[in-house]
């Protein structure tokens, strides 16, 4: 399905006029990518993405998804929709992380490390503002945008059509990124909801990923998943001791004590201070009642704690699930 090159043949109307398809982008498993670029303006040949969805599901979430995230730093930005045909179109990326860090060694990884993990935070931070949960994130859905001035380059998160909102929706989808309750609710056949600290846990392997160059899971050893969804800790192979460290607080297998964004902002491997230093300046902050900037004060409230709505709403077996 949509194999022609010109979206004004497959689909007619207002969409095939507009866009003209460059290439497609061998993206997505239940919807088909192509760059494009507009044909009503012949001196522009800015590229854009357009995402034809097999699934009015897929297309209905992410567009909402999308909505909620208008204007907002570090995440994809949709252009246009184009609701019966199922059809987003968003802004073109350059590559994503994954392709970018596969070739590099340590020292090149981290020269890029700061700026990257700074805009993967400020996306997440967003999202959470806007109460929604990822549940797919992974190095290739973050992606390196650039404007055509070079005056705008940053990395943002993708693909949002498994998204949920937080304490609502049901987890759907399970990754070689997936967060170990996530993946033992898909084994036993149950329900989970989504939450916070599931993107926290992805979060842990994406700088795992970015610290050795290489994922945790590949998605398809038996025993590197058993080793995911058991009560024993994960082991961290990774060369910087703060890094470790702090890849390991994020990868608790136990929810209620995995590390959150809020406290991961105030670690010295994000503010990269000394302990001496992180201390004194929480200190001031505290003095003075004010907080890190990226944070709002909704956002910047612990979202887990055992009397959280979150925990009390919870089946006997989901709480047994996250409690494992």
Known sequence: MHNNNNLKTEFGGEIGERYKIIRNCRYGNNLNVYKAHKVVNNKSRIPYVVKCYDTIEAFKIESQMLKMLKDVKNIMQMIDIYPQQSIIICECALYDLETFLGHQDYGQRHKEKDEIVKDIVSGLSELQKHN??????????????????????????????????????????????????IIRSHENKTEIKAN????????GLVLYFLETGHHYWDGENEIMKEELISTKHLIID?????????????????????????????????????ETENKN???????????????????LEEPMNLDSNYISGMSEEEYRLYNI
């Open 132 to 181: 929604i949960v990822h549940t797919e994130l992974s190095p290739k859905n973050i992606m390196y945008f650039k404007n055509k001035d070079d005056c705008d380059e940053r990395w943002k998160l993708i693909d949002f059509d498994s998204a949920c909102i937080v304490d609502k929706d049901d987890v759907k989808i399970i990754t070689n990124y997936s967060a170990p309750e």
């Open 196 to 203: 916070f600290a599931m993107d926290m846990f992805s979060f």
């Open 281 to 299: 300046i929480h200190r001031i902050h505290n003095t003075n009642q004010t907080h890190n900037v990226i944070f709002d004060k909704a956002v």
């Open 238 to 274: 990774v060369q910087d001791p703060t890094a470790c460290f702090i890849i390991k607080e994020l990868l608790s297998k136990t929810i209620l004590s995995r590390m959150s964004l809020q406290k991961f902002v105030q670690s010295t491997y994000y503010t990269g201070e000394t």
